[in-house]
C-alpha cells in the first residue's frame, strides 16, 4: 500500500501502533504488560547516597523501585527531586531517570529549567516562523520570569506548523498549566506524578511529522495493511538486504551481535553493497526491535579503503534516525562498534 498510515490494533494480546510508508515498517510502539515505567514517566523522588566510583546516585521511586541519576553534585541524601525516566531498564536495574524533564504534546515541548521559545528548524517558511513565534510568546508570558529552575521555555514542534492556531494556544496551555502543577508539587513520599505515554498516544503525538494520509485504529487494522506479517519479521534474526545480501541480528545479555552476509554474490563490490544496505537499514532494525546498549558489527569481507564510504554511510543513517547514540568506529578485529540508548522495552519481551 502507498503513502503514510498509522495503525492501531491488538497483536498477540497487546495494543500495538505501527507507522508503514509505502509498504515499509518505519516505527512501532507495544504496550507491554508489568508494572515498569514508562519513558516519558515523571516521578517525585528522593535521592539516597552517591554510589562511589559510578558517577552517580540512586534515587527511591514508588512501590520499592530504584531509578539511577548520573549526577551527583548539588546532591544529598534524603533530598526531594522531580525525575523523568529516560529509558528502558534492563532486567535486575534501576530505571535510568534524568533531572532534566520535558512535557510533550503534539505541538508544543515545555521545557522547565530552559527558558527560551524555539521553533522546529523543520518549519522554513519564515511567515510561519514569525506567527508560530508571536503565538508562543503569547502562550508563554511570564512563564521566564520565574526562578532558574522553575523558569518555562517551549519549542513548538514541526506539526504546528499546520495546526490552527487555537489548538496550538490549547495545546501549550495545557502543557505549560502541567509543568507548573508538577514544578511545585515536590514535598512528600515518592509518587508518580505523570505517567508514560503509551501506544496509542507515542502514535498522535510523535508521529504526526511527515503528516499521515490514513490514521486507522480499529480491529483488524494491522492486518489490512500487513503489519502482522511486518511484526513477525521484525522478531526473526534475519533481514533481507537488496541485492541478496542479509545481516543477522542477535541480542545477548552483554551485547547485540550483527552479521553480515554477502548470499550468492560473488562479485568484488559485493562486500561494500551488502555493508551499504546494511548500514542504511540498520537504525531502522535496532529501533524496531527496540536494541539498545553495545552494538557490534561483522561487516562483510571488503577492502580497507572502503572503510571511509562505509563510516558516511553508518553516521548519516543514524543522525537521521535521530537516537542518542555514539559511533566507537573499527576495532583491531575487523568490527564495527556502537553504543545506542536502550530508549525502549525490546520488542521480544514486550510481546512475550
Known amino acids: 500500500m502507498k503513502g503514510r498510515v498509522i495503525a492501531i490494533d491488538s497483536y498477540r ?3 500495538v501502533a505501527a507507522l508503514v510508508e509505502d509498504g515499509q515498517l518505519l516505527e512501532l510502539a507495544v504496550d507491554a504488560e508489568g508494572e515498569a515505567p514508562l519513558p516519558g514517566a515523571i516521578f517525585r523522588a528522593v535521592v539516597n547516597r552517591p554510589m562511589k566510583g559510578q558517577g552517580g546516585v540512586f534515587v527511591s521511586l514508588p512501590g520499592g523501585q530504584s531509578g539511577y541519576l548520573r549526577q551527583v553534585s548539588g546532591l544529598a541524601p534524603g533530598q526531594r527531586v522531580l525525575v523523568q525516566v529516560a529509558g528502558h531498564a534492563e532486567p535486575g536495574k534501576a530505571v535510568p531517570v534524568t533531572l532534566r524533564l520535558l512535557f510533550k504534546s503534539r505541538y508544543a515541548i515545555v521545557t522547565p529549567g530552559a527558558p527560551g521559545l524555539n521553533i522546529s528548524r523543520r518549519i522554513r517558511d519564515e511567515a510561519t516562523r514569525a506567527r508560530l513565534t508571536a503565538l508562543a510568546e503569547t502562550a508563554m508570558a511570564g512563564a521566564e ?37 508538577v514544578l511545585a508539587d515536590l514535598d512528600g513520599a515518592p509518587e508518580l506524578l505523570v505517567d508514560g505515554a503509551g501506544a496509542e498516544e507515542t502514535a498522535w503525538r510523535d508521529w504526526a511529522d511527515p503528516p499521515v494520509d490514513e490514521f486507522r485504529a480499529r ?26 545480501g542479509h545481516m543477522m541480528v542477535e541480542p545477548t545479555r552483554a551485547l547485540v551481535a550483527v552479521d553480515v552476509n554477502t548470499g550468492n554474490d560473488t562479485s568484488p563490490a559485493a ?42 554511510v553508518l553516521r548519516a543513517a543514524f543522525k537521521a534516525a535521530g537516537t542518542e547514540v555514539s559511533l566507537a568506529g573499527w576495532t583491531p578485529l575487523g568490527n564495527f562498534e556502537l553504543q545506542r540508548k536502550r530508549d525502549r522495552i525490546p520488542l521480544s519481551e514486550a510481546l512475550a
Open 13 to 15: 494480546g497487546r495494543t
Open 145 to 181: 520570569t520565574a526562578g532558574a529552575e522553575a523558569a518555562l521555555g517551549l519549542v513548538l514542534r514541526s506539526a504546528a506548523a499546520m495546526a490552527q492556531e487555537a489548538d496550538v494556544t490549547e495545546d501549550i496551555a495545557q502543557m505549560r498549566g502541567l509543568a507548573e502543577a
Open 219 to 244: 480491529p483488524g487494522a494491522l492486518a489490512e495493511l500487513g503489519v502482522d506479517d511486518l511484526i513477525d519479521a521484525v522478531l526473526a534474526p534475519r533481514v533481507a538486504l537488496p541485492g541478496g
Open 271 to 312: 562486500g561494500l553493497k551488502a555493508n551499504i544496505a546494511a548500514a542504511r537499514d540498520l537504525p531502522r532494525q535496532l529501533r524496531l526491535r527496540g536494541l539498545g546498549g553495545q552494538v557490534v558489527v561483522d561487516f562483510a569481507p571488503m577492502s580497507k579503503k572502503d572503510r571511509a564510504t562505509l563510516d558516511q
